[in-house]
């Protein structure tokens, strides 16, 4: 039999999805974003900058791999931000899985599922949807549940007294 969670962690299930559901959408665009990055950076070998003394914004050519003590670039690194920025929301995105996973009592298959979230694009985008859409249906059913059966058990409840 699989545990259930305690109704008392119902409020704190129902934040933990809140921020479950705003680190998985955070999660997943900087992963696109970081997708997007590799691309340009392995497929078309270029990097973006940005504030260079010749532009806003300048694509300029990856350095070959053992030069880079050779090449000093001017200007604001935009992929190495993007790498750096997903690397820690991907964190912040495991503490929001962790919140929500633990209390909801799941195994930890699910966790490793909602891990792949940060790993995988557009896999965050689906089990943001699924996730939150089956945990607020849980937890509405056993609230519903739990407030029948206070109407049953209390006589002053009960619809039609005085």
Not at 117 to 145: T, Y
């Amino acid at each position: 039999m699989q545990l259930q969670p305690k109704p008392e962690d119902y409020p704190r299930i129902r934040r933990a999805v809140k921020v479950y559901k705003v680190t998985s959408v955070i999660t997943g665009v900087m992963l696109l974003l970081l997708c997007a990055v590799m691309v340009m950076r392995y497929a078309f070998k270029v990097e973006l900058f940005l504030f260079t003394p010749n532009g806003i914004a300048e694509f300029l050519p990856t350095i070959p791999k053992g030069q880079e003590a050779e090449f000093v670039r001017e200007g604001f690194d935009l992929f190495k931000a993007i790498l750096i920025a997903h690397g820690w929301f991907y964190v912040v995105y495991l503490i929001a899985n962790f919140m929500l996973w633990s209390p909801m009592r799941w195994n930890f298959g699910r966790f490793l599922l909602l891990a792949l979230g940060g790993v995988i694009p557009f896999f965050s985008f689906f089990l943001e949807v699924r996730i939150a859409r089956e945990v607020n249906q849980f937890l509405d059913e056993k609230e519903a549940a739990i407030a029948a059966t206070a109407v049953a058990t209390d006589p002053d409840r009960q619809e039609g007294t005085a």
